[in-house]
């Protein structure tokens, strides 16, 4: 399975970017998916997730202003960003786990499901600037 996040930009604080990731050498249909940061200097954190029945969750920083979606058909997995802020420039990597109906995977803290995703794209840089 291989994955590959596009979308990234300089957008200046209150802005939105969508980030895509497309799947490819699977069936996204039985796959949990993930979008993690990382940030200069600091340790990856997981920012959102979905499994296979559609269950979300969401890392604290982002809740309220960030949306994930998949579209199956298509083996896309999508981010939504909305009202970014300068915390949030980071390298941003989707990833993703085979787990069909595993809901077990996708939770809240994200930082302990971090570990269950198998397959990791390269990232895409977002930077939040004025």
């Known amino acids: 399975v291989q994955l590959q996040a596009s979308g990234g930009g300089l957008v200046q604080p209150g802005g939105s970017l969508t980030l895509s990731c497309v799947v490819s050498?699977?069936?996204?249909?039985?796959?949990?998916v993930a979008w993690f940061r990382q940030a200069p200097g600091k340790e990856r954190e997981g920012v959102s997730c979905?499994?296979?029945?559609?269950?979300?969750a969401y890392s604290d920083s982002v809740k309220g202003r960030f949306t994930i979606s998949r579209d199956n058909v298509k083996n896309m997995v999508y981010l939504q960003m909305n009202n970014l802020k300068p915390d949030d420039t980071a390298i941003y990597h989707c990833a993703t786990t085979l787990a069909q109906g595993l809901s077990f995977v996708c939770a809240e803290p994200l930082e302990r499901v971090k570990n269950l995703y198998d397959y990791w794209g390269q990232g895409t840089q977002v930077t939040v600037s004025s």
């Open positions: 050498g699977g069936t996204l249909d039985y796959y949990a």
């Open positions: 979905m499994t296979t029945s559609g269950k979300t």
